[in-house]
């Protein structure tokens, strides 16, 4: 399975961006697809989560700013950015999680990451 994020770049503060990512592969069942987020030093965050049914949830930090779209039969996600601040620069990360609904093994794909850098 491979994920490929692509949107990212450079943007003034109080900008917007949007983030795509696509999946291809054998993915068995999609349970859920997330965005993160990592800065040098730091652990990866969540940014933004919608599970397969609708349910989403989204980092104190971005409420209000950013929207998750995700469509579980293309396996395909977004995330709309508005209101870009500079503290929102890092690395963002594409995730979707499967499960196998013969065994339910989990499944955790990664994409490789798209730089989004916010100037003041």
């Known amino acids: 399975v491979q994920l490929v994020e692509s949107g990212g770049g450079l943007v003034q503060a109080g900008g917007s961006l949007r983030l795509s990512c696509a999946a291809s592969?054998?993915?068995?069942?999609?349970?859920?697809m997330a965005w993160y987020r990592q800065t040098p030093g730091n652990q990866r965050e969540l940014v933004a989560h919608?599970?397969?049914?609708?349910?989403?949830d989204y980092a104190d930090s971005v409420k209000g700013r950013f929207t998750i779209f995700s469509d579980s039969v293309k396996n395909t996600a977004s995330l709309q950015m508005n209101s870009l601040r500079p503290d929102d620069t890092a690395i963002y990360y594409c995730?979707?999680?499967?499960?196998?609904?013969?065994?339910?093994?989990?499944?955790?794909?990664w994409g490789q990451g798209t730089q989004v850098t916010v100037s003041s």
């Open positions: 995730n979707l999680g499967a499960r196998d609904p013969w065994t339910d093994r989990r499944f955790d794909y």
């Open positions: 919608r599970y397969s049914q609708g349910t989403t």
């Open positions: 592969g054998n993915i068995v069942s999609n349970m859920y």
